[in-house]
Nanobody, 121 residues
């Protein structure tokens, strides 16, 4: 199982970024996925069910971030708008243990290496 994040960058407050997570080595469409941020504590930001019908957002990103997935491309996305300095951190995607996501980090068994997002003026 392999997850590879990309799209992190240096951006000014108010800007936007789109993170991608390319998955391989497992049947992507059968598993819920999530995005976490480590800054420095690990925080669950958003999660999406295997079929994409159900999503979860942390209060800190609700209304600004959008999680989505393309099961045909085995790719998870995180659209981040109206970025704030406190969004700075290392962003990881993670694979859940089944088709529905969990809010517990220990439920995620595969992690990417992370992509850095820095929001600064």
């Amino acid at each position: 199982e392999r997850l590879v994040e990309s799209g992190g960058a240096l951006v000014q407050p108010g800007g936007s970024l789109r993170l991608s997570c390319a998955a391989s080595g497992f049947t992507f469409s059968l598993y819920a996925m999530a995005w976490f941020r480590r800054a420095p504590e690990r925080e669950l930001l958003a999660a999406i069910s295997a079929n994409g019908d159900t999503t979860y957002y942390a209060d800190s990103v609700k209304g600004r971030f959008t999680i989505s997935r393309d099961n045909g491309l085995n790719t998870l996305y995180l659209q981040m708008d109206n970025l704030e300095e406190q969004d700075t951190g290392l962003y990881f995607c993670a694979k859940s243990g089944g088709p529905m996501y969990s809010l517990a980090p220990h439920s995620y068994g595969a992690w990417g290496q992370g992509t850095q997002v820095t929001v600064t003026s």
